[in-house]
Each structure stands twice: as structure tokens, then as C-alpha cells.
């Protein structure tokens, strides 16, 4: 699905930047542009760690269902192991082959997922059949060319970036997503941006975490050496205690809506 290893010890890593005060907010502001309702059914494609399905299940109630899917095995795991709701389901799933039948939902949700479909065209698509005529989705993703990370060495960061730009198959999927979503068949509704500042690199910003990813994934590529990448990711540390950490990037918010089918 994307450069990223899906393992148990990715899953719990993901799980800790998930509950970062970066991440917890972006899901608020998701949580927001869904405008939910009581009763309604939610389809999570690309759970993750299941946070965001949990927060939705509280807000749609017993008479509403959500379901989370995802590739990896140990992120669902995770879910399951603190599932509490019964109308809140969790299972393996690709993005590209949803096991769920046609107009099923009233909501779709993907966020930071898409990203990482290779045939995102036909995960889109996949959204757009499993929801219900007048159903709505939100699809959040970013840019990687749009983070900006200062460091004293501006070549090494470039080069650092550019490396990890490959662990996902669309690294600057936001400008061709509303397209995208119109040509899948959505009515597109609107973007928004949430914007993600940290001035300082500590265990609750998301670019702490962010940094670790990087440097794992880099770490089995040729393009940077050892040395540096160790350099890189210590510089952080060092400009955070001088009071000199800059790091600041945007979440793209796309919302999209299924056409109500007209006869007559």
C-alpha cells in the first residue's frame, strides 16, 4: 500500500503520535466538518489506531454504527482491544475493495490515507459507492512539499524530505483531491485547512513523533547517510533548547457529498 511497515511496534508508535495535543485537535476539527447526527452510519476507511471511530460512536449513539477498517492487522488489534461501544466494529480492510454493501453509509471518512492508496482514483471510488444518495465524506491529507522544518543545514533537510516523500504514493495528493472527487462522481462541497505549529520538539507535538517516522523509513534508503540523518534528526533537540524549533505544516480538509439520484 505505501513504503511504510506496518508493524506491531509502527501500530503502537502510531498509536502514541495519534494522542499527541497536534493530532487530538486535528481530529476535533474532523470530528467538526463531519457534522454528525444521532442515528447516522459511519465508515472509517484507514482507522489507524481507532481513536477517531471511538469519538464518532460516542456522538451517533446505539441507534447509530461505525465501522474502521484498515491494512494492518496490529492497528486493528489495537481497536479491538479497546472497543467498548457494541454498535462500533472494527476489521481488515483495503481501501481499493471496502467489504461493505453499495449505499451503506451516511458518512465516509479517510484521513491521512489516501495518500497512501496507490489506485487512489478506485478508493474513491469504493467511498462513493458505499454511500447513501445525499451521503456525505471528508478526506484529509497533505502535501509534503508544503512542511516547513528549519534547520541550520537547509540542504540536508531538502534531501531528507525528498527521501521520505517516498513513503507514500502521493505525496502532494491535495491539489489534484477536489478534482479527483468530482471525477469519482461527489458533489465537492469545500476545503478548509487545519494547520499544525510546533515551536518546540517535545513527546506531545506531533513533529517529535514525525521525526522518529522519518528517520526510521529514511534510515533503510540509500539516499542519506548515516551520519546525516543522525545529524538531522539531533539538531532538533538542540534548536528546541535554544528556543530556535520552527516546524509548521497544514492539513488539507476536502468535503464531498453523494448526489441524490433524480427521476422524472
Known amino acids: 500500500m505505501s513504503g511504510l511497515e506496518f508493524t506491531k511496534e509502527a501500530a503502537k508508535q502510531l498509536e502514541k503520535t495519534y494522542l499527541t495535543r497536534d493530532v487530538v485537535a486535528q481530529r476535533l476539527e474532523t470530528i467538526r466538518q463531519l457534522n454528525l447526527s444521532c442515528g447516522e452510519s459511519v465508515l472509517d476507511i484507514g482507522c489507524g489506531p481507532g481513536y477517531l471511530c471511538e469519538s464518532i460512536a460516542e456522538i451517533v449513539g446505539r441507534h447509530g454504527a461505525v465501522v474502521g477498517i484498515d491494512v494492518s492487522t496490529d492497528l486493528i488489534a489495537l481497536?479491538?482491544?479497546?472497543?467498548?461501544?457494541?454498535?462500533?466494529?472494527?476489521?481488515?480492510?483495503?481501501?481499493?475493495?471496502?467489504?461493505?454493501?453499495?449505499?451503506?453509509?451516511?458518512?465516509?471518512?479517510?484521513?491521512?490515507?489516501?495518500?497512501?492508496?496507490?489506485?487512489?482514483?478506485?478508493?474513491?471510488?469504493?467511498?462513493?459507492?458505499?454511500?447513501?444518495?445525499?451521503?456525505?465524506?471528508?478526506?484529509?491529507?497533505?502535501?509534503?512539499?508544503?512542511?516547513?522544518?528549519?534547520?541550520?543545514?537547509?540542504?540536508?533537510?531538502?534531501?531528507?524530505?525528498?527521501?521520505?516523500?517516498?513513503?507514500?504514493?502521493?505525496?502532494?495528493?491535495?491539489?489534484?483531491?477536489?478534482?479527483?472527487?468530482?471525477?469519482?462522481?461527489?458533489?465537492?462541497?469545500?476545503?478548509?485547512?487545519?494547520?499544525?505549529?510546533?515551536?518546540?520538539?517535545?513527546?506531545?507535538?506531533?513533529?517529535?513523533?514525525?521525526?522518529?517516522?522519518?528517520?526510521?523509513?529514511?534510515?533503510?534508503?540509500p539516499d542519506v547517510s548515516a551520519d546525516d540523518l543522525s545529524a538531522w534528526h539531533g539538531e532538533f533537540e538542540h534548536l528546541s533548547e535554544a528556543g530556535r524549533y520552527f516546524f509548521s505544516t497544514n492539513r488539507y480538509i476536502f468535503k464531498a457529498s453523494k448526489p441524490t439520484t433524480h427521476t422524472g
Open 79 to 221: 481497536c479491538n482491544q479497546r472497543k467498548a461501544s457494541a454498535w462500533l466494529s472494527y476489521a481488515v480492510g483495503d481501501a481499493t475493495q471496502v467489504n461493505q454493501a453499495d449505499a451503506s453509509f451516511d458518512v465516509v471518512v479517510c484521513t491521512q490515507v489516501a495518500e497512501y492508496v496507490p489506485d487512489v482514483d478506485r478508493g474513491l471510488s469504493e467511498a462513493f459507492r458505499v454511500l447513501k444518495p445525499g451521503g456525505r465524506t471528508v478526506f484529509v491529507a497533505t502535501d509534503w512539499d508544503a512542511v516547513v522544518w528549519y534547520s541550520e543545514n537547509p540542504e540536508r533537510m531538502a534531501l531528507v524530505m525528498k527521501s521520505w516523500e517516498e513513503h507514500c504514493a502521493h505525496p502532494h495528493l491535495p491539489r489534484s483531491m477536489a478534482y479527483k472527487l468530482v471525477n469519482a462522481g461527489f458533489r465537492f462541497d469545500g476545503a478548509a485547512i487545519f494547520p499544525i505549529l510546533n515551536l518546540q520538539c517535545d513527546d506531545d507535538s506531533y513533529s517529535k513523533g514525525l521525526a522518529q517516522g522519518i528517520r526510521d523509513f529514511v534510515a533503510r534508503k
